[in-house]
C-alpha cells in the first residue's frame, strides 16, 4: 500500500515520479527503476561547476560585458532559486560552488538567502540556508 502523502505538493511530487519512471521504462525497460532526483544527484557528482566559458556566455559576458560581474549575477541566481523554494538541490548547491569560484563570501551568500526569506518565507529560506551550508561545508578550507 502506496503511503498517503500529507500534502498537495507532496502528492504532486509523488505523480510525477511516478510518470518520470513510467515515461524512463517506455524509452527503455532497463530503466524501470529510473529516478529523476537520483540521476540529478549522479549528474552533479558528474559536473559539480560548469565551465568557465560556459559560465561566461550564459551569464552575459559576451553579451553585455560591462553588466554585473560574475559573483553579482551568481548572488543573484542564489535569490532566484531560494523565491522558487529552494526547490533545485543541484542547482542551489551549483550555483553556491560558482559563487565562492567567483569571489564571493560565505556571509555574503548566507545574507543573500535570509534576505529572500522575506520574499519566500522561513521555510525556503532554511532549505536554501541547508543546501549552502553542506557546499561551505566541504569547502572548510576557505574562511572567506
Not at 569571489?103 to 536554501?128: D, H, L, Y
Request: glycine share 4%.
Amino acid at each position: 500500500m502506496t503511503k498517503q502523502p500529507p500534502n498537495p505538493f507532496e502528492a504532486m511530487m509523488q505523480q510525477m515520479q511516478a510518470q518520470a519512471q513510467q515515461m524512463a521504462k517506455a524509452f527503455n525497460p532497463a530503466l524501470e527503476n529510473f529516478s529523476p532526483s537520483e540521476a540529478f544527484k549522479e549528474f552533479e557528482a558528474l559536473w559539480p561547476t560548469m565551465p568557465k566559458e560556459v559560465m561566461e556566455m550564459m551569464f552575459g559576458n559576451t553579451v553585455n560585458k560591462d553588466g554585473l560581474d560574475a559573483k553579482t549575477r551568481l548572488l543573484l541566481t542564489l535569490a532566484g532559486l531560494t523565491c522558487q523554494g529552494a526547490q533545485a538541490d543541484s542547482a542551489v548547491r551549483q550555483t553556491v560552488r560558482h559563487a565562492l569560484a567567483a569571489g564571493a563570501k560565505k556571509q555574503e551568500i548566507v545574507e543573500t538567502i535570509a534576505q529572500m526569506s522575506v520574499f519566500a518565507g522561513i521555510p525556503a529560506m532554511n532549505r536554501a540556508l541547508d543546501l549552502a551550508q553542506a557546499v561551505m561545508d566541504d569547502n572548510k578550507d576557505d574562511e572567506t
